[in-house]
């Protein structure tokens, strides 16, 4: 079982729609969690994080985090063309350094 | 905002040569790592360093790379003699202090190896 899952996509949404995408995870040690955007061949950019479970709020994102079923998720309202690009799910343990990635979700959202 | 350069953007290399990958992580930043990214797939960690030392590395880290803070500024990974298979997209990160544990990457150095 891989640590962490995320479907390839592409997820494909028409402009203004909101764009759902989730990850899981398979250890439970697992603390801290982000979302990146990523642009083709550019570096990851941050664009939420949170520790605990719930939901965060920044603008047009939302990011929940379930740790008891092992699942988190990003939703993205009013979805622009712009928000075409690949979304990165991390996460990091308590203790250590490394962020673990997920392979990435693939979005296109048409005009 | 500040941010994260590296360079160069593109490096060209002969197998067997060793290359120097550089980047200035955020000012204030204490935290720095390295990751890298093979074509179509997954971002995966090599190193962290804090306080002049190596804090965490993974598998692929072998003998074959370095990381050094030559100054108060740079930051670098070297790899002493690179393979086709460290072709690559190599990232710089750096994390805030205290209790901040979002880190925030560079555009990425592209690394062909020939």
């Known amino acids: 079982q891989k640590e962490v899952e995320q479907d390839p996509g592409p997820l494909s949404v028409p402009e203004g729609a909101i764009v759902s995408l989730n990850c899981t995870y398979s250890?439970?040690?697992?603390?801290?969690f982000m979302w990146y955007r990523q642009y083709s061949r550019k570096g990851p950019e941050l664009l939420m994080y949170?520790?605990?479970?719930g939901n965060k709020e920044d603008g047009r994102f939302t990011a929940q985090v379930d740790k008891s079923s092992k699942y988190i998720s990003l939703f993205i309202r009013d979805s622009q063309p712009s928000d075409s690009a690949t979304y990165l799910c991390a996460m990091r343990l308590a203790a250590g350094n490394k962020l673990t990635f997920g392979g990435g979700t693939r979005v296109l959202v048409k005009p | 905002e500040p941010e994260v350069t590296q360079t160069p953007s593109h490096q060209v290399t002969q197998m067997g040569q060793e290359v120097i990958l550089r980047c200035v992580p955020i000012?204030?930043?204490?935290?720095f790592y390295w990751y890298r990214q093979i074509l179509g797939q997954k971002v995966e960690f090599l190193v962290s360093?804090?306080?002049?030392?190596?804090?965490?590395k993974s598998e692929i880290f072998d003998d074959q790379f370095s990381v050094e803070r030559p100054d108060g500024s740079n930051f670098t990974l070297k790899i002493r003699s690179t393979k086709l298979e460290d072709s690559a997209m190599y990232f710089c990160?750096?994390?805030?202090?205290?209790?901040?544990?979002?880190?925030?990457f560079g555009p990425g150095t592209r690394l062909t190896v020939t």
């Open positions: 250890n439970s040690a697992f603390q801290y």
């Open positions: 000012s204030n930043h204490l935290y």
């Open positions: 990160a750096s994390r805030p202090t205290g209790t901040a544990y979002e880190q925030y």
């Open positions: 360093f804090y306080n002049n030392e190596i804090s965490e």
């Open positions: 949170t520790y605990s479970s």
